[in-house]
Structure formats: C-alpha cells, structure tokens
C-alpha cells in the first residue's frame, strides 16, 4: 500500500520534484539507517560492557577458585617437604653426630700418634746426641793420641838429630880444627841454619796442632748448632700443630654446643612448626650454611694436617741426608789424612835413605850459593811478598815452604845433567881411543889383509896416507900426547940402508 501511495505520488510529479522527492526519501533512509546503526552499537557496547563485566567476575571467582585449589595442593606439597626436610635434616644431624664422633676418634688417634712419633722422635735424637757425643768422644780421644805420637816423634827424631849433629860435629872436630878460621863461619851458620829449621818445625808443628783444634772446635759447634737449631725448628712445628688443634677442638665443641641449642630449637620449633615455617626454614638454611663451613674446615684442617705431615718428612729425608753427607765427609777426612800421614812418613823415609847417600860435601853445605847480586835478590824478595794476582801464583805461595828443597833438588838434578854430559863425552873420546887403538893394533901387524888397507906406520918419503880423525881444537886433547915409535921399525923402514 505504501509503495501503491508513493507510486501514485511520483505519478503527479514532476521530474524535477520526483527527483527531489527521492533525494529526500533517500536521506531520511540513510538518517533512519544511521540512527539504527548507532543504536546497534549503543547496544553492543552496552552489551560489551555486560559481558566484559561478567567476564571479570568469573575470572576473578575463576581464580579464586582456583587459588583455593592452588592452595590446598601447595599446602599438601609443603607440608610433604616439611616432612621431607625434617627427616632429612634429623638424617643430616645424624650422620653429621657419627661424622663428628668419627671425627672426635681420628683426633684422638692422631694425638696418640703424634705422642707416639714425639716419643720415637725424642729417642732418635737422644740416640743420635749420644752417638755424636761418642763420635766427638772419639775423635778427641784419636786426636790425642795422634798428638802424643807427632810429641813422641818429634821428640824422638829431636833426639836423633841432635844425636847426629853430635856424632858430625866430633866427627868434623879434627877438620875444623885444621880449616882454622874458614870453617869455622861455615859451623857457625850450619849450627844457626839447625837452630832455624828446629824452630821452624817446631813452629810448623804447633801451628798444625792448633789448626787441628780450631777446625775440631768449629766442627763440634756447628754441628751442636745445628742440632739445636733442628731441635727448636721441630719444637716450633710441633706448637704450631698444637695450637691448631687446641683451636680445632674448641672449635668442635663450640660446634657440638651449637648443635645441641640447634636440636633444642629444632624440638622447640617442631611443636610450633604452623607458626614458625619461615623461620625453620631460615634455622634449616644456617645450620646447612655452618655445617658446610665445618665441612670446609674439616678439609682445610686435613689439607693442612697433610701438609705438616709432609714438611716433618721432608724435614726427616733433608736430616737424614745431612747425616749422610757428614758421615762421607767424614770418612774422606779421615782417609785424606790416612793418606796424607802415609805419605808423610814415605817422605820422611826417602830422606832418611837419601840423607845416606849424601856426600860430605852435601853434609856441610846442603844448598847452593846463588849466584844473583844482592840487587837482584833484593828485587826476588820484594816480588816474592807481594800478593799475588794470577791463580798460578796463590797456588805456587802454598809450596814457599818447598824452597830449600827445590833448590837442592835442583842441585842434584845440574850435577847429574853435568855427569851425564861428562859421561857422553868421556864415552865419545873412548870411542876415538878405541879407534886409534885399533888402528895402532893394525898397524902392528904385518898380513896381506893389514898391507891391503891404509896403515898408518906405513911411511914412504916420511909421509902416510892416513888423516888423523883426533880434533886437536878440543881442549880436552890439548895436552902433551907424544907419538911413540919403535927403534926396530924405525932403523927397519926409515933409516937408509
């Protein structure tokens, strides 16, 4: 019917106004379309808003819902922890009581063994002071007597050469006697050159004897200071470990008193353990805390205990090896001097032997006058004390001592190059000789086979063909040889018939 009316309507129209008419119709429905779609979303929003509300409320009943479940499962797995730390830490406490129960018997053990070690210690080192004590004992008695034999020695070849210079000097009386005034400078500067070698043997021998007793007190000081100083070394270790095991058992038992107080809590707390959760927990953590810090000193304390353990046997090993070292020493010291008497006493037996074979001459007058000028001895003396600067020459100031006996070794040794000169030469003029003998003893004889070579005696127009081999340069040949021929040889062959 509308539709019929608006027809009817648009039928008596214009077009202009049919135009207008449905531009109006046009506007009033997209009016009317607006408003619709505003009141849509009016109610929409509204509706939004209805169910965003509801929606917050069931959440938030949601989730206090699910809180209260949330909350009754937490509480059950709580109070499962609970028990579950509970036991576990009555479990700890346990072990934690036999670990220091265990702990409490390895302390004792370990003092009864450092008691032990101190006591075996104590006795080594008794043993080993009575040993040096009887080792000195020894060497002062060794000492002795050696210092008794040198004494006897001394004064025994003391005697001997006295004996001997007695015997010499009775023995060149009637020499000196006839040498009048010339030997008799020379008996006075034998007698003083005794005196100074008595002297100075003499002198040598007490300083040796007091070299001997200086190195023998040095020798029994360092060793008594270093077993005093082994001794407080070892005093000082052993306060130090007991110190620290003073503090350690103070430390157990301010432990074992914290852990009581701790188990006195611990009761205290299981009775009110819905009141005070936070705080068992925070007493659960402490005495975790303290017991690992136990744990870590327990190892510390082990870690150091190992380590004293291993100083006392280093220190033992570095004992041992210094006793060792003193023992060779002490063995090589007393070879080298074995050795250095025995060639002692082959020395003084190879002087007595050549003392034997010396001449007279050697007797009187055992070393040679030098033939420097004073200036020049003058100049030997002044280089001789100065010190030296080169390693050769602080060796050769050790062998000064040696002097006279280089310079008779000396001696000896010219004389015999001076015989041996001699000898070759008396054996090449032998050898001549011997040559001209035989040239003579050929020469003599007359046979076809002494004619048939060159002969000397054979003389034609008083020449021979024979040229003498003797060097009459030689002053030794110069001297009043005379040719000697015989009278029948003569009137034989050089005489005219």
């Given at each position: 019917?509308?539709?019929?009316?608006?027809?009817?309507?648009?039928?008596?129209?214009?077009?202009?106004?049919?135009?207008?008419?449905?531009?109006?119709?046009?506007?009033?429905?997209?009016?009317?379309?607006?408003?619709?779609?505003?009141?849509?979303?009016?109610?929409?929003?509204?509706?939004?808003?209805?169910?965003?509300?509801?929606?917050?409320?069931?959440?938030?009943?949601?989730?206090?819902?699910?809180?209260?479940?949330?909350?009754?499962?937490?509480?059950?797995?709580?109070?499962?922890?609970?028990?579950?730390?509970?036991?576990?830490?009555?479990?700890?406490?346990?072990?934690?009581?036999?670990?220091?129960?265990?702990?409490?018997?390895?302390?004792?053990?370990?003092?009864?063994?450092?008691?032990?070690?101190?006591?075996?210690?104590?006795?080594?080192?008794?043993?080993?002071?009575?040993?040096?004590m009887e080792r000195l004992d020894t060497l002062h008695r060794e000492y002795e007597e050696e210092l008794e034999i040198?004494?006897?020695?001394?004064?025994?070849?003391?005697?001997?050469?006295?004996?001997?210079?007695?015997?010499?000097?009775?023995?060149?009386?009637?020499?000196?006697?006839?040498?009048?005034?010339n030997f008799q400078d020379k008996e006075n500067e034998a007698k003083s050159e005794y005196q100074s070698m008595r002297?100075?043997?003499?002198?040598?021998?007490?300083?040796?004897?007091?070299?001997?007793?200086?190195?023998?007190?040095?020798?029994?000081?360092?060793?008594?200071?270093?077993?005093?100083?082994?001794?407080?070394?070892?005093?000082?270790?052993?306060?130090?470990?007991?110190?620290?095991?003073?503090?350690?058992?103070?430390?157990?038992?301010?432990?074992?008193?914290?852990?009581?107080?701790?188990?006195?809590?611990?009761?205290?707390?299981?009775?009110?353990?819905?009141?005070?959760?936070?705080?068992?927990?925070?007493?659960?953590?402490?005495?975790?805390?303290?017991?690992?810090?136990?744990?870590?000193?327990?190892?510390?304390?082990?870690?150091?205990?190992?380590?004293?353990?291993?100083?006392?046997?280093?220190?033992?090993?570095?004992?041992?090896?210094?006793?060792?070292?003193?023992?060779?020493?002490?063995?090589?010291?007393?070879?080298?001097?074995?050795?250095?008497?025995?060639?002692?006493?082959?020395?003084?037996?190879?002087?007595?032997?050549?003392?034997?074979?010396?001449?007279?001459?050697?007797?009187?007058?055992?070393?040679?006058?030098?033939?420097?000028?004073?200036?020049?001895?003058?100049?030997?003396?002044?280089?001789?004390?100065?010190?030296?600067?080169?390693?050769?020459?602080?060796?050769?100031?050790?062998?000064?001592?040696?002097?006279?006996?280089?310079?008779?070794?000396?001696?000896?040794?010219?004389?015999?190059?001076?015989?041996?000169?001699?000898?070759?030469?008396?054996?090449?003029?032998?050898?001549?000789?011997?040559?001209?003998?035989?040239?003579?003893?050929?020469?003599?004889?007359?046979?076809?086979?002494?004619?048939?070579?060159?002969?000397?005696?054979?003389?034609?127009?008083?020449?021979?063909?024979?040229?003498?081999?003797?060097?009459?340069?030689?002053?030794?040949?110069?001297?009043?040889?005379?040719?000697?021929?015989?009278?029948?040889?003569?009137?034989?062959?050089?005489?005219?018939?």
């Amino acid at each position: 019917m509308p539709k019929k009316k608006g027809s009817g309507k648009l039928a008596k129209m214009t077009e202009e106004e049919r135009v207008l008419y449905l531009e109006q119709q046009r506007v009033a429905e997209e009016e009317l379309r607006k408003k619709k779609e505003d009141m849509l979303v009016v109610y929409l929003k509204e509706k939004l808003a209805k169910e965003e509300k509801a929606s917050r409320f069931n959440i938030s009943k949601l989730n206090h819902q699910w809180r209260n479940i949330m909350r009754e499962a937490k509480s059950r797995e709580l109070k499962k922890d609970i028990e579950i730390l509970s036991q576990t830490f009555e479990r700890i406490v346990d072990r934690k009581e036999s670990v220091i129960k265990s702990l409490a018997k390895d302390v004792t053990e370990a003092e009864e063994q450092y008691a032990m070690a101190l006591r075996s210690h104590l006795s080594n080192v008794d043993k080993l002071v009575d040993l040096q004590m009887e080792r000195l004992d020894t060497l002062h008695r060794e000492y002795e007597e050696e210092l008794e034999i040198l004494k006897q020695e001394f004064d025994t070849e003391r005697h001997m050469m006295i004996e001997k210079h007695l015997e010499e000097m009775n023995d060149l009386a009637d020499i000196m006697f006839a040498m009048d005034q010339n030997f008799q400078d020379k008996e006075n500067e034998a007698k003083s050159e005794y005196q100074s070698m008595r002297d100075e043997i003499k002198n040598k021998n007490m300083e040796e004897k007091h070299a001997l007793r200086v190195n023998l007190e040095m020798t029994v000081e360092e060793l008594w200071n270093q077993f005093q100083q082994a001794l407080k070394n070892y005093t000082e270790t052993t306060e130090e470990r007991r110190k620290a095991f003073e503090d350690l058992k103070a430390k157990d038992e301010k432990s074992a008193n914290e852990i009581e107080v701790q188990m006195r809590k611990l009761q205290y707390l299981s009775d009110e353990i819905a009141k005070l959760k936070g705080k068992m927990a925070a007493n659960a953590k402490e005495c975790e805390d303290r017991n690992r810090i136990l744990k870590e000193e327990r190892e510390i304390m082990l870690g150091h205990f190992q380590e004293l353990k291993g100083q006392m046997n280093k220190l033992r090993d570095a004992a041992r090896a210094e006793l060792m070292v003193l023992t060779l020493q002490s063995n090589a010291a007393i070879s080298e001097l074995k050795r250095i008497t025995t060639k002692g006493e082959r020395i003084l037996k190879l002087a007595e032997m050549c003392r034997k074979l010396e001449t007279e001459e050697e007797k009187v007058l055992p070393f040679y006058a030098s033939s420097l000028t004073e200036q020049e001895q003058s100049d030997v003396s002044a280089v001789v004390q100065e010190p030296p600067t080169q390693p050769l020459a602080e060796v050769m100031t050790d062998y000064v001592a040696l002097e006279n006996f280089w310079k008779r070794y000396n001696k000896v040794l010219l004389d015999k190059c001076a015989l041996d000169k001699e000898k070759a030469t008396m054996a090449q003029e032998n050898a001549q000789l011997r040559s001209l003998l035989k040239q003579y003893l050929d020469g003599i004889s007359v046979n076809d086979e002494v004619l048939s070579h060159i002969n000397p005696l054979f003389v034609v127009n008083q020449q021979t063909n024979v040229q003498m081999n003797v060097p009459v340069t030689d002053p030794r040949v110069k001297r009043g040889a005379t040719v000697t021929l015989e009278a029948a040889h003569i009137v034989k062959n050089l005489l005219p018939s």
